[in-house]
């Protein structure tokens, strides 16, 4: 089991930045970490993932060279730094765990999910 809780969102202008943490508990040696969002009236998506030990980080298009993901292996924590903001980028964000195989974008395949946190980007 591991236990996931997300912390930092919060109200941002376009063009802004926030960085989102996620305190892991538990079984922290799962393979992979990841963030996903879901915005009102849509479906949770993908947006990035990276290994336990903070190697390959993979990301969605929409969001690649604007975020990134990283990994504390010592302070079990996982972090998705958000630069250059847009509203498209509002939605409910989620920390989520996942062992080998399947695939990073699919969430089916993510076993353990946080609380989520918000996001609100608007001027």
């Known amino acids: 089991q591991v236990q996931l809780v997300e912390s930092g969102g919060g109200l941002v202008q376009p063009g802004g930045s926030l960085r989102l943490s996620c305190a892991a508990s538990g079984r922290t040696f799962t393979p992979y970490y990841g963030w996903f969002r879901q915005a009102p009236g849509k479906e949770r998506e993908f947006v990035a993932a990276i290994r336990w030990n903070g190697a390959n980080p993979y990301y969605a298009d929409s969001v690649k060279g604007r975020f990134t993901i990283s990994r504390d292996i010592a302070k079990s924590t996982v972090s998705l730094q958000m630069n250059g903001l847009k509203p498209e980028d509002t939605a409910v964000y989620y920390c989520?765990?996942?062992?080998?195989?399947?695939?990073?974008?699919?969430?089916?395949?993510?076993?353990?999910w946080g609380q989520g946190t918000q996001v609100t980007v608007s001027s």
């Open positions: 989520a765990a996942k062992p080998d195989g399947g695939q990073l974008w699919r969430r089916g395949d993510w076993n353990y």
